[in-house]
């Protein structure tokens, strides 16, 4: 870990610990999403018409975890233990727990709770990253945009069943 000047790319010596933020996130997140399948339970859920097919998910899901490793890098270089590391750690967790809550356990409501924290720290992020490292904050765009899409469609599930 080192303070890295934000305007200076990565140097090639921070390459090896890139490979570990996405092995970490793109690992947990496809782990999770195979042992926590939407199955019959979601698919005999009333959903609203915006409702997108279930094989969008999964590569949404892998573009925004290729993001959020690269954004969470970015970060860890400038400082592993500051204040915007530690929400990106938080997000991260709650982005985890949320598939089984959601899927596993059908907790929707608590499920929902967890979502909407989880866009609060995504957006805490964002402002947080913004004048420090605007690559960080902009790979984080898309992730909060589809948070936020996915907190509706948590809270029209909740609603319609």
Same mark, same amino acid.
């Given at each position: 870990?080192? @303070?890295?000047?934000?305007?200076? +790319? +990565?140097?090639?010596?921070? !390459? ?5 933020? !996405? ?8 782990? #999770?999403?195979?042992?926590?399948? +939407?199955?019959? %339970? ?25 993001? #959020?490793? #690269?954004?969470?890098? &970015?970060?860890?270089? &400038?400082?592993?233990?500051? &204040? ?13 727990? %949320? @598939? ?21 720290? #995504? ?6 990253? %913004? ?28 609603? !319609?069943?």
């Amino acid at each position: 870990m080192s @303070s890295e000047n934000p305007s200076s +790319p +990565p140097s090639a010596r921070h !390459l090896p610990l890139l490979v570990l933020f !996405l092995a970490i996130v793109l690992g947990a997140g496809i782990t #999770i999403g195979i042992l926590n399948t +939407p199955g019959a %339970w979601y698919e005999a859920l009333r959903k609203p018409p915006f409702n997108p097919p279930n094989w969008v998910f999964a590569p949404v899901w892998t573009i925004l975890y290729v993001m #959020i490793a #690269i954004a969470g890098w &970015r970060t860890y270089l &400038r400082g592993g233990n500051s &204040r915007i590391m530690q929400i990106w750690y938080g997000q991260m967790i709650l982005n985890w727990v %949320w @598939s089984p809550l959601f899927f596993t356990l059908h907790y929707m409501w608590t499920a929902l709770g967890v979502i909407t924290v989880m866009l609060y720290l #995504i957006l805490n992020f964002i402002g947080g990253n %913004w004048r420090a490292d605007r690559l960080s904050a902009l790979l984080f765009i898309p992730y909060a945009l589809w948070t936020g899409f996915a907190g509706l469609l948590n809270l029209s599930l909740a609603l !319609l069943n």
